[in-house]
T-cell receptor, first 112, second 117 residues
Framework: GENVEQHPSTLSVQEGDSAVIKCTYSDSASNYFPWYKQELGKRPQLIID?????GEKKDQRIAVTLNKTAKHFSLHITETQPEDSAVYFCAASSGGYQKVTFGTGTKLQVIP | GAVVSQHPSWVICKSGTSVKIECRSLDFQATTMFWYRQFPKQSLMLMATSNEGSKATYEQGVEKDKFLINHASLTLSTLTVTSAHPEDSSFYIC?????????????FGPGTRLTVT
């Protein structure tokens, strides 16, 4: 089955700096890579996603890059704000049902 | 946007009893729903894939006789935790994908906090 690794597990940045979270996946059949933000006790919230036929996608301060050859994808958050503080999960999805496998999570703390 | 609800949002039960959790897609149809379990400070672990009108597919290590899944309609899936034990205490989250959607996006329910005493 799919295995998704995520680094770092914790990340502290100063407000205004950039944050980068990296993930690798194992199943070459994975074709959809969503990123989620989860606040304590709440559901995961999709913040950006990318399909395997695209190498990069950007939405305001958030961008994701995908390297299919290396099975590697990353989340970039620029101009971080305190409200960006949360746990972020990468994920990989494949198959007819688009079963989603989550990474281990990164706790991001943005220091004012 | 697409909305998924779960009921109850939290439940406390005694060890040995069974608890049923409902997952509903409110404004779309879902032939497939997924059930996840999340322990504190950990990731979401997929438990099973719920298929409307057929048996659920369980992930390795998940006891199908303990976690009963029924997907009775295109908008409802239920997870029953049978003979619950304290180690089953966790945050259970479902997700669903719109069968008529053009994206691969999964819509998540708000989760159910289960505490077994």
């Amino acid at each position: 089955g799919e295995n998704v690794e995520q680094h770092p597990s914790t990340l502290s940045v100063q407000e205004g700096d950039s944050a980068v979270i990296k993930c690798t996946y194992s199943d070459s059949a994975s074709n959809y890579f969503p990123w989620y933000k989860q606040e304590l006790g709440k559901r995961p919230q999709l913040i950006i996603d990318i399909r395997s036929n695209v190498g990069e996608k950007k939405d305001q301060r958030i961008a994701v890059t995908l390297n299919k050859t290396a099975k590697h994808f990353s989340l970039h958050i620029t101009e971080t704000q305190p409200e960006d503080s949360a746990v972020y999960f990468c994920a990989a999805s494949s198959g007819g049902y688009q079963k989603v496998t989550f990474g281990t999570g990164t706790k991001l703390q943005v220091i004012p | 946007g697409a909305v998924v609800s779960q009921h109850p949002s939290w439940v406390i039960c005694k060890s040995g009893t069974s608890v049923k959790i409902e997952c509903r897609s409110l404004d779309f149809q879902a032939t497939t729903m997924f059930w996840y379990r999340q322990f504190p400070k950990q990731s979401l672990m997929l438990m099973a894939t719920s298929n409307e009108g057929s048996k659920a597919t369980y992930e390795q290590g998940v006891e199908k006789d303990k976690f009963l899944i029924n997907h009775a309609s295109l908008t409802l899936s239920t997870l029953t935790v049978t003979s619950a034990h304290p180690e089953d205490s966790s945050f259970y989250i479902c997700s669903a994908r719109d069968i008529q959607g053009v994206t691969y996006e999964q819509y998540f329910g708000p989760g159910t906090r289960l505490t077994v005493t």
